[in-house]
């Protein structure tokens, strides 16, 4: 019988979310990678390719675009305006949606980004705190508002504190839930109680940004997820949010325990660097990383394909199996013997 499950009606009732913001962003969302050639130069009808894939054959609502996982501190403005128009054309041929990221070390960089964003075709707008200057819980704020006004575009909260060095309080969030356009939180620092006091307070969704926390986080009520290895399983999220929205605990609880390898497998090096390699297997665009990003070693490569292998063999496969490579298979299986 088939692993591959049904798309989730967003828009529905029945789907246990904030209509607003799943309708705006979706609930399976992978945070894409920006693909480069060979000479590391922005690879367009890539990034066109791969955001088409995720997005039909991924089984993802959307895909970020120029997040962490996309290397936006290695990518120039033009270039992140270039990789939105790409992707806009590959997902929205599929009903997807692209989020920008529009992280910045300013608020008046983060507003440019934005403006660009939206000119460039963008459905929303993913905005993390400003890196680096790490400002006070009222310079944050107002940040974040000033980002949510520049545009018209629906806006996910980006809270990452490993990588800006500052996390938004309960408070800050509590308040930036007054603006119409903020309408959800990508949550990376495991805050599962605050974000339970935040959803309880106001119409905010949140979406685990962790992906070792995605049963966890839809168990006090997040959304869906925003996520890195759904480059590779998209389906098996799209199930495990199945099983959890039609109160099928102990599957979901199962196919969890069954994806932890590859939520771990994913991050032993940075999640883009492991990503583009697993695309690369998979014959799809990705390419090099940039500095100060390298790319994995061939040993790390075995590594993760062993572990993708147990992912896709055991317990359902990505959409297309016709399409798993030979090298993620057990040495006795073919791709034939890997149902979907």
Not at 121 to 144: E, F, I, K, M, W
Not at 183 to 201: F, H, P, R, W, Y
Not at 203 to 215: E, I, T
Not at 325 to 334: F, I, M, Q
């Amino acid at each position: 019988m088939s692993m591959v499950p049904d798309r989730l009606d967003t828009d529905s009732t029945t789907a246990n979310a904030p209509n607003a913001a799943s309708a705006a962003f979706g609930r399976v969302i992978t945070a894409m990678v920006t693909p480069f050639d060979h000479a590391g130069r922005l690879d367009e009808r890539g990034t066109e390719r791969l955001a088409a894939w995720l997005t039909r054959d991924g089984w993802n609502d959307s895909v970020v675009v120029n997040g962490t996982t996309g290397e936006s501190i290695s990518t120039t403005d033009r270039e992140k305006s270039r990789a939105i128009r790409a992707a806009k054309q590959g997902a929205a041929a599929h009903g997807g949606k692209v989020i920008a990221g529009v992280g910045a070390g300013s608020t008046a960089h983060s507003i440019k980004l934005a403006k660009e964003a939206a000119s460039a075709g963008a459905d929303g707008l993913l905005v993390v705190a400003p890196y680096y200057s790490c400002p006070g819980q009222t310079g944050l704020l107002r940040h974040l508002l000033a980002v949510a006004d520049a545009t018209k575009l629906p806006v996910m909260i980006y809270d990452i504190p490993k990588r800006t060095g500052i996390a938004i309080e309960t408070e800050t969030v509590l308040a930036a839930a007054r603006h119409p356009r903020i309408l959800a939180v990508k949550e990376a620092k495991g805050d599962l109680e605050g974000a339970t006091e935040v959803m309880g307070q106001t119409h905010l969704a949140y979406y685990s940004g962790d992906d070792a926390l995605n049963l966890p986080w839809l168990s006090v009520g997040a959304t869906g997820f925003v996520s890195v290895v759904g480059h590779v399983v998209g389906d098996q999220l799209t199930q495990l949010l199945q099983h959890h929205v039609h109160g099928r605990n102990a599957e979901a609880l199962a196919l969890h325990r069954h994806l932890m390898p590859i939520f771990r497998g994913m991050f032993w090096a940075p999640g883009a660097a492991s990503a583009k390699a697993a695309l690369g297997d998979l014959g799809l665009p990705g390419g090099p990383v940039r500095l100060p990003l390298v790319d994995l070693t061939e040993e790390q490569r075995r590594e993760l394909r062993h572990v993708l292998a147990g992912t896709v063999t055991e317990m359902g496969a990505p959409a297309d199996p016709a399409r798993v490579p030979t090298g993620w298979l057990p040495a006795e299986a073919t791709v034939g013997q890997v149902g979907r």
